[in-house]
Protein backbone atom coordinates (compact mmCIF):
# COMPACT_ATOMS: atom_id res chain seq x y z
CA UNK A 1 0.00 0.00 0.00
CA UNK A 2 1.36 3.38 -1.06
CA UNK A 3 1.99 5.46 2.36
CA UNK A 4 -0.38 7.74 3.27
CA UNK A 5 1.77 10.37 4.84
CA UNK A 6 5.17 11.84 3.98
CA UNK A 7 6.35 14.13 6.69
CA UNK A 8 8.11 17.38 5.46
CA UNK A 9 12.17 17.43 6.57
CA UNK A 10 13.39 19.37 8.60
CA UNK A 11 17.06 20.59 9.95
CA UNK A 12 17.35 18.97 13.80
CA UNK A 13 20.12 21.42 14.69
CA UNK A 14 18.04 24.55 13.57
CA UNK A 15 14.75 23.21 15.16
CA UNK A 16 17.02 22.59 18.52
CA UNK A 17 18.06 25.95 18.08
CA UNK A 18 14.37 27.92 17.06
CA UNK A 19 13.27 25.67 20.50
CA UNK A 20 16.16 26.93 22.91
CA UNK A 21 16.55 30.41 21.18
CA UNK A 22 12.59 31.48 21.26
CA UNK A 23 11.87 29.23 23.87
CA UNK A 24 9.18 27.27 21.73
CA UNK A 25 7.70 23.97 22.00
CA UNK A 26 9.94 21.54 20.01
CA UNK A 27 6.72 20.51 17.65
CA UNK A 28 6.54 24.20 16.83
CA UNK A 29 10.32 24.85 16.10
CA UNK A 30 10.44 21.33 13.78
CA UNK A 31 7.66 23.20 11.59
CA UNK A 32 9.77 26.32 11.47
CA UNK A 33 12.50 24.52 10.56
CA UNK A 34 11.11 22.30 8.11
CA UNK A 35 10.04 25.62 6.40
CA UNK A 36 13.75 27.33 5.83
CA UNK A 37 13.81 29.17 9.32
CA UNK A 38 17.33 28.57 10.78
CA UNK A 39 18.72 31.95 12.55
CA UNK A 40 15.96 32.90 15.71
CA UNK A 41 15.98 36.22 14.07
CA UNK A 42 14.03 35.55 10.79
CA UNK A 43 11.48 33.29 12.71
CA UNK A 44 10.94 36.40 15.39
CA UNK A 45 10.00 38.31 12.71
CA UNK A 46 7.99 35.71 10.85
CA UNK A 47 6.11 35.32 14.00
CA UNK A 48 5.79 38.62 14.67
CA UNK A 49 5.13 40.75 11.39
CA UNK A 50 5.00 44.64 11.64
CA UNK A 51 4.43 47.30 9.11
CA UNK A 52 8.34 49.35 10.03
CA UNK A 53 9.83 45.60 8.57
CA UNK A 54 8.59 46.22 5.21
CA UNK A 55 11.52 46.95 2.73
CA UNK A 56 11.63 50.38 1.11
CA UNK A 57 11.04 50.37 -2.77
CA UNK A 58 14.49 50.19 -3.91
CA UNK A 59 14.85 48.86 -7.48
CA UNK A 60 11.29 49.19 -8.18
CA UNK A 61 11.32 49.89 -11.99
CA UNK A 62 9.37 53.10 -13.02
CA UNK A 63 8.41 53.69 -9.70
CA UNK A 64 10.18 57.46 -9.90
CA UNK A 65 8.70 58.03 -13.06
CA UNK A 66 5.20 56.90 -12.05
CA UNK A 67 5.86 59.27 -8.76
CA UNK A 68 6.61 62.12 -10.99
CA UNK A 69 4.00 61.95 -12.89
CA UNK A 70 1.39 61.37 -10.47
CA UNK A 71 2.84 64.49 -8.96
CA UNK A 72 2.48 66.83 -11.83
CA UNK A 73 -0.76 65.77 -12.15
CA UNK A 74 -1.66 66.34 -8.89
CA UNK A 75 0.02 69.76 -9.41
CA UNK A 76 -1.64 70.54 -12.84
CA UNK A 77 -4.88 69.84 -11.89
CA UNK A 78 -5.11 66.95 -14.47
CA UNK A 79 -8.02 64.63 -14.23
CA UNK A 80 -7.51 61.19 -13.88
CA UNK A 81 -9.18 57.93 -14.78
CA UNK A 82 -8.39 54.71 -12.97
CA UNK A 83 -8.73 51.01 -14.51
CA UNK A 84 -9.84 47.95 -12.37
CA UNK A 85 -9.67 44.47 -13.41
CA UNK A 86 -12.53 42.55 -12.58
CA UNK A 87 -11.28 40.31 -9.96
CA UNK A 88 -10.67 41.23 -5.79
CA UNK A 89 -7.17 42.00 -6.49
CA UNK A 90 -8.36 44.21 -9.79
CA UNK A 91 -11.12 45.78 -7.76
CA UNK A 92 -9.15 46.77 -4.44
CA UNK A 93 -6.43 47.88 -6.35
CA UNK A 94 -7.97 50.15 -8.55
CA UNK A 95 -10.00 50.92 -4.74
CA UNK A 96 -6.61 51.91 -3.59
CA UNK A 97 -5.47 54.25 -6.62
CA UNK A 98 -8.75 56.22 -6.00
CA UNK A 99 -8.17 56.92 -2.86
CA UNK A 100 -4.79 58.27 -3.11
CA UNK A 101 -6.04 60.36 -6.06
CA UNK A 102 -8.77 61.96 -4.42
CA UNK A 103 -6.98 62.74 -1.42
CA UNK A 104 -4.64 64.34 -3.88
CA UNK A 105 -7.82 66.77 -4.88
CA UNK A 106 -7.90 65.40 -8.31
CA UNK A 107 -11.04 64.68 -10.10
CA UNK A 108 -11.28 61.05 -10.80
CA UNK A 109 -12.99 58.62 -13.48
CA UNK A 110 -13.51 55.05 -12.93
CA UNK A 111 -13.48 52.08 -14.91
CA UNK A 112 -13.84 48.41 -14.28
CA UNK A 113 -13.36 45.62 -16.45
CA UNK A 114 -16.18 43.88 -17.77
CA UNK A 115 -16.77 40.22 -19.40
CA UNK A 116 -18.18 41.16 -22.69
CA UNK A 117 -15.12 42.65 -23.43
CA UNK A 118 -12.91 39.70 -22.32
CA UNK A 119 -11.65 41.13 -19.17
CA UNK A 120 -8.60 43.52 -18.51
CA UNK A 121 -7.86 46.86 -20.09
CA UNK A 122 -10.23 47.12 -23.69
CA UNK A 123 -9.88 49.50 -26.31
CA UNK A 124 -12.90 50.49 -25.71
CA UNK A 125 -12.60 51.54 -22.06
CA UNK A 126 -9.13 53.26 -23.46
CA UNK A 127 -11.59 55.38 -25.62
CA UNK A 128 -14.04 56.59 -22.79
CA UNK A 129 -10.99 57.53 -20.44
CA UNK A 130 -9.63 59.38 -23.99
CA UNK A 131 -13.25 60.87 -24.45
CA UNK A 132 -14.14 61.77 -20.92
CA UNK A 133 -10.49 64.30 -21.11
CA UNK A 134 -8.46 61.69 -18.45
CA UNK A 135 -4.84 63.05 -18.76
CA UNK A 136 -3.52 60.37 -17.00
CA UNK A 137 -4.51 56.61 -16.38
CA UNK A 138 -4.06 54.33 -13.59
CA UNK A 139 -4.67 50.35 -14.32
CA UNK A 140 -4.68 47.84 -11.45
CA UNK A 141 -4.24 44.44 -12.02
CA UNK A 142 -4.00 44.34 -15.92
CA UNK A 143 -2.94 46.70 -18.36
CA UNK A 144 0.58 44.56 -18.95
CA UNK A 145 -0.34 43.07 -21.91
CA UNK A 146 -3.00 45.27 -23.39
CA UNK A 147 -0.88 47.10 -26.48
CA UNK A 148 -3.59 47.86 -28.20
CA UNK A 149 -5.23 49.72 -25.28
CA UNK A 150 -2.12 51.38 -24.53
CA UNK A 151 -1.28 52.28 -27.79
CA UNK A 152 -4.14 53.82 -28.34
CA UNK A 153 -3.73 55.85 -25.28
CA UNK A 154 -0.11 57.35 -26.20
CA UNK A 155 -1.55 58.37 -29.82
CA UNK A 156 -3.84 60.86 -28.25
CA UNK A 157 -1.86 61.92 -25.80
CA UNK A 158 -2.96 60.34 -22.63
CA UNK A 159 -0.63 58.33 -20.22
CA UNK A 160 -1.06 55.19 -18.73
CA UNK A 161 0.78 53.84 -15.27
CA UNK A 162 0.50 50.24 -15.82
CA UNK A 163 0.09 48.65 -11.80
CA UNK A 164 -0.09 45.30 -12.31
CA UNK A 165 2.11 41.23 -11.49
CA UNK A 166 0.81 39.49 -14.20
CA UNK A 167 3.44 38.16 -16.57
CA UNK A 168 5.50 40.82 -18.71
CA UNK A 169 5.52 40.33 -23.03
CA UNK A 170 8.63 40.84 -24.37
CA UNK A 171 9.36 43.80 -26.46
CA UNK A 172 8.90 47.34 -25.35
CA UNK A 173 5.75 48.57 -23.44
CA UNK A 174 3.51 51.64 -24.58
CA UNK A 175 2.80 52.78 -21.05
CA UNK A 176 3.92 55.29 -19.69
CA UNK A 177 5.28 53.67 -16.73
CA UNK A 178 4.97 50.06 -15.57
CA UNK A 179 5.15 49.09 -12.18
CA UNK A 180 5.48 45.13 -12.70
CA UNK A 181 7.84 43.35 -10.62
CA UNK A 182 8.26 40.63 -13.13
CA UNK A 183 10.05 43.09 -15.23
CA UNK A 184 13.61 42.47 -16.26
CA UNK A 185 14.95 45.07 -14.97
CA UNK A 186 13.14 45.73 -11.85
CA UNK A 187 15.26 44.50 -8.76
CA UNK A 188 12.87 45.04 -5.52
CA UNK A 189 13.91 42.57 -3.63
CA UNK A 190 10.36 40.86 -3.56
CA UNK A 191 8.54 39.61 -6.46
CA UNK A 192 5.39 38.37 -4.79
CA UNK A 193 2.86 41.35 -4.30
CA UNK A 194 -0.50 41.46 -5.55
CA UNK A 195 -1.36 44.20 -7.45
CA UNK A 196 -3.29 46.11 -4.68
CA UNK A 197 -0.24 45.57 -3.30
CA UNK A 198 1.78 47.19 -5.62
CA UNK A 199 -0.93 50.38 -5.32
CA UNK A 200 -0.24 50.52 -1.34
CA UNK A 201 3.69 50.97 -2.40
CA UNK A 202 2.71 53.20 -5.07
CA UNK A 203 0.50 55.42 -2.74
CA UNK A 204 3.32 54.60 0.40
CA UNK A 205 5.79 56.20 -2.23
CA UNK A 206 3.89 59.40 -3.31
CA UNK A 207 3.02 60.39 -0.12
CA UNK A 208 7.24 60.66 0.93
CA UNK A 209 8.10 62.41 -2.25
CA UNK A 210 5.30 64.94 -1.46
CA UNK A 211 6.15 64.99 2.25
CA UNK A 212 9.89 65.34 1.44
CA UNK A 213 9.02 68.57 -0.58
CA UNK A 214 7.08 70.08 2.29
CA UNK A 215 3.59 69.92 0.58
CA UNK A 216 0.71 69.81 1.97
CA UNK A 217 -0.53 67.22 0.11
CA UNK A 218 1.76 64.75 1.55
CA UNK A 219 -0.44 64.50 4.79
CA UNK A 220 -3.35 63.98 3.43
CA UNK A 221 -2.28 60.87 2.20
CA UNK A 222 -2.33 57.70 4.48
CA UNK A 223 -1.84 54.78 3.46
CA UNK A 224 -2.38 53.03 6.33
CA UNK A 225 -6.09 52.78 6.29
CA UNK A 226 -5.91 51.44 2.72
CA UNK A 227 -4.33 47.62 4.41
CA UNK A 228 -7.29 46.47 4.32
CA UNK A 229 -8.15 46.25 1.29
CA UNK A 230 -4.60 45.04 0.77
CA UNK A 231 -5.05 42.28 2.83
CA UNK A 232 -8.40 41.18 0.64
CA UNK A 233 -7.06 41.64 -2.84
CA UNK A 234 -3.14 39.76 -1.65
CA UNK A 235 -5.31 37.10 0.38
CA UNK A 236 -7.63 36.46 -2.81
CA UNK A 237 -4.89 36.51 -5.61
CA UNK A 238 -3.47 33.45 -3.89
CA UNK A 239 -0.27 35.08 -4.28
CA UNK A 240 2.69 33.89 -1.38
CA UNK A 241 1.92 35.01 2.09
CA UNK A 242 5.63 35.80 2.72
CA UNK A 243 7.78 38.17 3.54
CA UNK A 244 6.24 41.72 2.83
CA UNK A 245 2.70 40.04 1.64
CA UNK A 246 2.50 38.59 5.42
CA UNK A 247 3.16 41.61 6.60
CA UNK A 248 0.76 43.58 5.26
CA UNK A 249 -2.00 41.03 5.51
CA UNK A 250 -1.32 40.50 8.81
CA UNK A 251 -1.64 44.30 9.60
CA UNK A 252 -4.68 44.37 6.98
CA UNK A 253 -6.82 41.69 8.52
CA UNK A 254 -6.42 44.06 11.81
CA UNK A 255 -7.45 47.04 9.84
CA UNK A 256 -10.50 44.92 7.92
CA UNK A 257 -11.46 43.49 11.61
CA UNK A 258 -12.43 46.78 12.90
CA UNK A 259 -15.09 47.04 10.28
CA UNK A 260 -14.25 50.98 9.48
CA UNK A 261 -14.72 51.15 5.71
CA UNK A 262 -18.59 51.01 5.53
CA UNK A 263 -18.54 48.69 2.12
CA UNK A 264 -16.54 46.11 3.99
CA UNK A 265 -18.87 46.34 7.23
CA UNK A 266 -21.92 46.13 4.86
CA UNK A 267 -20.42 43.14 3.36
CA UNK A 268 -19.12 41.25 6.12
CA UNK A 269 -22.61 41.58 7.60
CA UNK A 270 -24.70 40.07 4.43
CA UNK A 271 -21.97 36.97 4.48
CA UNK A 272 -22.60 36.41 8.15
CA UNK A 273 -19.99 37.99 9.68
CA UNK A 274 -20.84 39.25 12.46
CA UNK A 275 -17.39 39.57 14.70
CA UNK A 276 -14.95 41.97 12.66
CA UNK A 277 -12.07 40.46 15.21
CA UNK A 278 -12.54 37.25 13.88
CA UNK A 279 -11.94 37.87 10.64
CA UNK A 280 -8.88 35.71 8.94
CA UNK A 281 -7.84 34.24 5.73
CA UNK A 282 -10.57 31.91 5.73
CA UNK A 283 -13.47 34.44 5.83
CA UNK A 284 -11.81 36.41 3.09
CA UNK A 285 -11.53 33.67 0.62
CA UNK A 286 -14.60 32.08 1.50
CA UNK A 287 -16.99 34.63 3.12
CA UNK A 288 -15.57 38.20 1.43
CA UNK A 289 -13.88 37.25 -1.89
CA UNK A 290 -16.47 35.30 -3.63
CA UNK A 291 -18.98 38.05 -3.05
CA UNK A 292 -16.58 40.35 -4.47
CA UNK A 293 -16.17 38.52 -7.60
CA UNK A 294 -19.43 37.47 -7.75
CA UNK A 295 -20.25 40.60 -9.73
CA UNK A 296 -17.28 40.86 -12.07
CA UNK A 297 -17.88 36.58 -13.01
CA UNK A 298 -21.53 37.81 -13.78
CA UNK A 299 -20.25 40.69 -16.20
CA UNK A 300 -19.32 44.10 -14.46
CA UNK A 301 -17.36 44.51 -11.25
CA UNK A 302 -18.48 47.89 -11.36
CA UNK A 303 -20.78 47.48 -7.91
CA UNK A 304 -17.98 45.43 -6.46
CA UNK A 305 -15.29 48.65 -6.70
CA UNK A 306 -18.14 50.80 -6.38
CA UNK A 307 -18.85 49.14 -2.44
CA UNK A 308 -15.20 49.33 -1.48
CA UNK A 309 -15.69 53.14 -2.06
CA UNK A 310 -19.36 53.70 -0.53
CA UNK A 311 -19.37 56.50 1.69
CA UNK A 312 -22.21 55.76 3.84
CA UNK A 313 -24.07 52.87 5.11
CA UNK A 314 -27.54 53.21 3.21
CA UNK A 315 -25.41 52.90 0.45
CA UNK A 316 -22.93 49.90 1.13
CA UNK A 317 -26.08 47.98 2.38
CA UNK A 318 -27.63 48.21 -0.94
CA UNK A 319 -24.62 47.30 -2.46
CA UNK A 320 -23.79 44.64 -0.40
CA UNK A 321 -27.30 42.81 -0.42
CA UNK A 322 -26.78 43.02 -4.19
CA UNK A 323 -23.48 41.33 -4.22
CA UNK A 324 -24.69 38.73 -1.87
CA UNK A 325 -27.85 38.26 -4.92
CA UNK A 326 -25.34 37.80 -7.44
CA UNK A 327 -23.21 35.37 -5.44
CA UNK A 328 -25.88 33.42 -4.79
CA UNK A 329 -26.60 33.24 -8.68
CA UNK A 330 -23.22 32.35 -9.03
CA UNK A 331 -23.31 29.25 -6.96
CA UNK A 332 -26.27 27.76 -8.55
CA UNK A 333 -24.30 28.57 -12.00
CA UNK A 334 -21.42 26.86 -9.88
CA UNK A 335 -23.23 23.86 -8.51
CA UNK A 336 -24.49 22.97 -11.46
CA UNK A 337 -21.02 23.10 -13.30
CA UNK A 338 -19.38 21.23 -10.41
CA UNK A 339 -21.31 17.83 -10.61
CA UNK A 340 -20.95 17.81 -14.34
CA UNK A 341 -16.73 18.52 -13.70
CA UNK A 342 -16.85 15.59 -11.00
CA UNK A 343 -18.29 13.44 -13.58
CA UNK A 344 -15.96 14.78 -16.31
CA UNK A 345 -12.94 14.49 -13.72
CA UNK A 346 -13.59 10.65 -13.42
CA UNK A 347 -13.21 10.16 -16.79
CA UNK A 348 -9.34 11.06 -16.70
CA UNK A 349 -8.96 9.27 -13.32
CA UNK A 350 -5.56 8.23 -14.44
CA UNK A 351 -4.01 10.64 -15.44
CA UNK A 352 -2.04 13.33 -13.43
CA UNK A 353 -3.22 16.73 -14.73
CA UNK A 354 -6.91 17.24 -15.84
CA UNK A 355 -8.19 19.12 -18.66
CA UNK A 356 -11.89 20.01 -18.76
CA UNK A 357 -14.43 21.92 -21.02
CA UNK A 358 -17.58 22.26 -21.84
CA UNK A 359 -20.57 24.23 -24.14
CA UNK A 360 -22.19 26.06 -21.43
CA UNK A 361 -20.00 26.52 -18.67
CA UNK A 362 -20.05 29.63 -17.27
CA UNK A 363 -16.67 31.12 -18.23
CA UNK A 364 -17.10 33.42 -15.26
CA UNK A 365 -16.61 30.63 -12.60
CA UNK A 366 -14.41 28.03 -14.36
CA UNK A 367 -11.21 29.01 -12.20
CA UNK A 368 -13.44 28.51 -8.98
CA UNK A 369 -14.24 24.90 -10.64
CA UNK A 370 -10.28 24.57 -11.23
CA UNK A 371 -9.83 25.13 -7.96
CA UNK A 372 -11.63 22.87 -6.24
CA UNK A 373 -11.22 20.20 -9.09
CA UNK A 374 -7.52 20.38 -8.01
CA UNK A 375 -8.43 20.42 -4.01
CA UNK A 376 -10.26 17.47 -4.91
CA UNK A 377 -8.29 15.23 -6.86
CA UNK A 378 -4.53 16.68 -5.94
CA UNK A 379 -3.76 17.47 -9.50
CA UNK A 380 -3.37 20.57 -11.60
CA UNK A 381 -6.75 21.37 -13.37
CA UNK A 382 -7.99 23.28 -15.80
CA UNK A 383 -11.26 24.04 -17.41
CA UNK A 384 -12.82 25.62 -20.42
CA UNK A 385 -16.17 27.21 -20.85
CA UNK A 386 -17.22 26.98 -24.57
CA UNK A 387 -19.05 29.38 -26.74
CA UNK A 388 -18.99 29.59 -30.60
CA UNK A 389 -16.32 27.15 -31.10
CA UNK A 390 -13.78 29.13 -28.83
CA UNK A 391 -12.98 27.99 -25.02
CA UNK A 392 -11.46 30.57 -22.08
CA UNK A 393 -10.48 28.86 -19.30
CA UNK A 394 -8.49 28.93 -16.10
CA UNK A 395 -6.02 26.76 -14.66
CA UNK A 396 -4.82 26.03 -10.73
CA UNK A 397 -2.12 23.72 -9.93
CA UNK A 398 -0.66 22.41 -7.07
CA UNK A 399 2.85 20.19 -6.23
CA UNK A 400 5.75 22.72 -7.81
CA UNK A 401 4.01 22.31 -10.90
CA UNK A 402 4.38 26.05 -12.68
CA UNK A 403 1.90 26.95 -14.48
CA UNK A 404 4.03 29.96 -16.45
CA UNK A 405 6.42 27.44 -17.28
CA UNK A 406 4.25 24.59 -18.23
CA UNK A 407 1.89 26.57 -20.45
CA UNK A 408 4.83 28.44 -21.72
CA UNK A 409 5.49 24.56 -23.42
CA UNK A 410 2.08 24.21 -24.54
CA UNK A 411 1.38 27.69 -26.40
CA UNK A 412 1.00 25.97 -29.73
CA UNK A 413 -2.40 25.21 -29.06
CA UNK A 414 -3.66 28.22 -27.11
CA UNK A 415 -4.45 30.97 -28.59
CA UNK A 416 -3.69 33.07 -25.27
CA UNK A 417 -2.70 32.58 -21.77
CA UNK A 418 -1.12 35.07 -19.22
CA UNK A 419 -1.29 34.36 -14.70
CA UNK A 420 1.62 33.51 -12.34
CA UNK A 421 3.00 30.38 -11.42
CA UNK A 422 0.03 28.85 -9.23
CA UNK A 423 -3.08 30.71 -11.31
CA UNK A 424 -3.81 31.62 -15.05
CA UNK A 425 -5.70 32.50 -17.45
CA UNK A 426 -5.95 31.14 -21.01
CA UNK A 427 -7.89 30.74 -24.68
CA UNK A 428 -7.56 28.14 -27.14
CA UNK A 429 -10.03 26.85 -30.75
CA UNK A 430 -12.37 24.41 -29.35
CA UNK A 431 -10.59 22.08 -31.96
CA UNK A 432 -7.32 22.34 -30.25
CA UNK A 433 -8.69 20.97 -26.92
CA UNK A 434 -7.92 17.35 -27.01
CA UNK A 435 -4.35 18.43 -28.51
CA UNK A 436 -3.91 20.77 -25.41
CA UNK A 437 -5.11 17.75 -23.38
CA UNK A 438 -2.62 15.36 -24.02
CA UNK A 439 0.29 18.03 -24.26
CA UNK A 440 -0.69 19.44 -20.76
CA UNK A 441 -1.19 15.86 -19.24
CA UNK A 442 2.49 14.94 -20.49
CA UNK A 443 4.16 17.73 -19.40
CA UNK A 444 2.25 17.22 -15.41
CA UNK A 445 3.37 13.16 -15.95
CA UNK A 446 7.26 14.48 -16.81
CA UNK A 447 6.65 16.49 -13.73
CA UNK A 448 5.40 14.46 -10.97
CA UNK A 449 6.69 10.95 -12.72
CA UNK A 450 4.79 8.48 -13.97
CA UNK A 451 2.81 6.65 -11.41
CA UNK A 452 2.56 9.52 -9.00
CA UNK A 453 -1.16 10.42 -9.91
CA UNK A 454 -2.21 10.60 -6.17
CA UNK A 455 0.85 12.24 -3.93
CA UNK A 456 0.77 11.01 -0.33
CA UNK A 457 0.00 13.93 2.35
CA UNK A 458 2.66 15.92 3.14
CA UNK A 459 2.59 16.62 6.68
CA UNK A 460 4.86 18.85 8.51
CA UNK A 461 5.00 16.94 11.86
CA UNK A 462 4.04 13.82 13.92
CA UNK A 463 2.75 14.00 16.94
CA UNK A 464 1.22 12.45 19.97
CA UNK A 465 -2.79 13.97 21.12
CA UNK A 466 -1.10 14.96 24.32
CA UNK A 467 1.26 17.42 22.70
CA UNK A 468 -1.36 19.14 20.86
CA UNK A 469 -2.41 20.65 23.64
CA UNK A 470 -3.74 24.77 24.09
CA UNK A 471 -0.71 25.47 24.51
CA UNK A 472 0.30 23.92 21.12
CA UNK A 473 -2.30 25.57 19.54
CA UNK A 474 -2.02 29.09 20.34
CA UNK A 475 1.94 28.78 19.31
CA UNK A 476 0.79 27.31 15.80
CA UNK A 477 -1.61 30.04 15.44
CA UNK A 478 1.72 32.83 15.91
CA UNK A 479 2.23 31.52 12.17
CA UNK A 480 -0.82 32.49 10.80
CA UNK A 481 -2.47 34.39 8.07
CA UNK A 482 -2.24 31.01 6.31
CA UNK A 483 -2.62 30.85 2.97
CA UNK A 484 -0.63 30.37 -0.20
CA UNK A 485 3.03 29.26 0.69
CA UNK A 486 2.30 29.58 4.10
CA UNK A 487 -0.19 26.29 4.70
CA UNK A 488 -1.56 26.46 8.14
CA UNK A 489 -0.12 22.85 9.48
CA UNK A 490 -0.81 20.03 8.64
CA UNK A 491 0.02 17.22 12.06
CA UNK A 492 -0.62 13.22 11.68
CA UNK A 493 -1.69 12.32 14.95
CA UNK A 494 -1.24 7.96 14.37
CA UNK A 495 -2.69 5.54 16.44
CA UNK A 496 -6.18 7.40 18.21
CA UNK A 497 -9.29 5.17 19.14
CA UNK A 498 -12.47 7.48 18.39
CA UNK A 499 -14.73 7.25 21.63
CA UNK A 500 -17.44 9.00 20.53
CA UNK A 501 -18.44 10.17 17.00
CA UNK A 502 -21.46 12.18 15.83
CA UNK A 503 -23.08 14.30 13.28
CA UNK A 504 -23.38 17.82 13.32
CA UNK A 505 -25.10 20.39 10.82
CA UNK A 506 -26.08 18.91 7.65
CA UNK A 507 -22.25 17.03 7.03
CA UNK A 508 -19.98 17.44 9.76
CA UNK A 509 -18.34 15.21 12.11
CA UNK A 510 -17.70 15.85 15.27
CA UNK A 511 -15.44 13.60 16.79
CA UNK A 512 -13.96 12.81 20.94
CA UNK A 513 -10.26 11.20 19.85
CA UNK A 514 -8.58 9.38 22.75
CA UNK A 515 -5.45 7.88 23.30
CA UNK A 516 -4.45 6.18 26.63
CA UNK A 517 -5.99 8.50 29.18
CA UNK A 518 -5.59 11.59 26.80
CA UNK A 519 -9.01 12.77 25.46
CA UNK A 520 -9.11 15.43 22.74
CA UNK A 521 -11.56 17.11 20.70
CA UNK A 522 -11.86 16.87 16.82
CA UNK A 523 -13.85 18.15 13.70
CA UNK A 524 -13.90 16.98 10.31
CA UNK A 525 -16.22 19.44 8.11
CA UNK A 526 -18.16 17.84 5.09
CA UNK A 527 -17.19 14.23 6.45
CA UNK A 528 -20.14 12.74 8.02
CA UNK A 529 -20.35 9.92 5.37
CA UNK A 530 -16.77 8.76 6.97
CA UNK A 531 -17.92 8.85 10.23
CA UNK A 532 -15.49 5.79 11.02
CA UNK A 533 -17.97 4.81 14.31
CA UNK A 534 -17.56 4.88 18.25
CA UNK A 535 -14.04 2.49 18.97
CA UNK A 536 -12.50 2.80 15.30
CA UNK A 537 -8.97 2.75 15.25
CA UNK A 538 -7.80 5.73 13.81
CA UNK A 539 -4.73 7.80 12.23
CA UNK A 540 -5.75 11.39 11.89
CA UNK A 541 -3.89 13.94 9.82
CA UNK A 542 -5.44 17.74 11.13
CA UNK A 543 -4.90 21.07 11.52
CA UNK A 544 -4.45 22.27 15.68
CA UNK A 545 -6.82 25.10 16.02
CA UNK A 546 -7.98 27.27 19.15
CA UNK A 547 -11.97 26.58 19.40
CA UNK A 548 -13.63 29.52 22.03
CA UNK A 549 -17.24 28.52 23.71
CA UNK A 550 -18.67 30.83 26.30
CA UNK A 551 -15.00 32.11 26.84
CA UNK A 552 -13.85 29.03 27.42
CA UNK A 553 -10.55 28.41 24.93
CA UNK A 554 -9.56 24.87 24.09
CA UNK A 555 -7.60 23.13 21.61
CA UNK A 556 -8.89 21.33 19.07
CA UNK A 557 -8.09 19.32 15.69
CA UNK A 558 -9.38 19.84 12.59
CA UNK A 559 -9.63 16.57 10.30
CA UNK A 560 -8.22 16.71 6.45
CA UNK A 561 -8.06 12.52 6.45
CA UNK A 562 -9.18 9.78 8.78
CA UNK A 563 -7.65 6.73 7.96
CA UNK A 564 -9.14 3.65 9.91
CA UNK A 565 -5.93 1.25 11.07
CA UNK A 566 -5.77 -2.51 11.80
CA UNK A 567 -6.55 -2.98 15.35
MN1 LIG B 1 -3.79 39.93 -9.43
Redesign the pocket.
Known amino acids: MAEAWRVRAADEDSARGLAAGLGLRKLTARILAARGFSSPERATRFLSPRLSHLRPPVGMADLDRAIDRIVNAQKRGEKVGVFG?Y?V??VT?AAILVLMARALGLDVAVRTARRASGYGFSPDDAAAFIAEKCALVLTA?CGTGDDESLAECRRRGVDVIVI???HVPVGESRAFAMLNCHREDDTFAFKGL???GVAFYLGAAVRTRLRGEGHPAGDKLDPRPWLDLVAL?TVA?L?PLLDENRILVAAGLRELGSLRRPGLAALAKVAGLVNGGQLGTTEVSFRLAPRLNAAGRLGDSQRALDLLLAGDEATATRLASDLDDMNRERQQIQERIWSEAVMGAEAFDADPALVLGAEGWHQGVVGVIAAELGEKYRKPAVVFGLREGQGRGSARTLGGFDLCRELARCREHLSLYGG?SMAAGLALPEKNLPAFREAFVTAARDHFGANAAKAPVEVDAVASLEELDLVQAEEILRMAPFGSANREPLIAVPGVVARSTRVVGSSHLQLTLAEGAVVSDAIAFGMADKDPGQGARLDVIGATEVDEFRGQRKPRLRVHHLMRTAS
Open positions: DDDGGDDHHASCGDVH
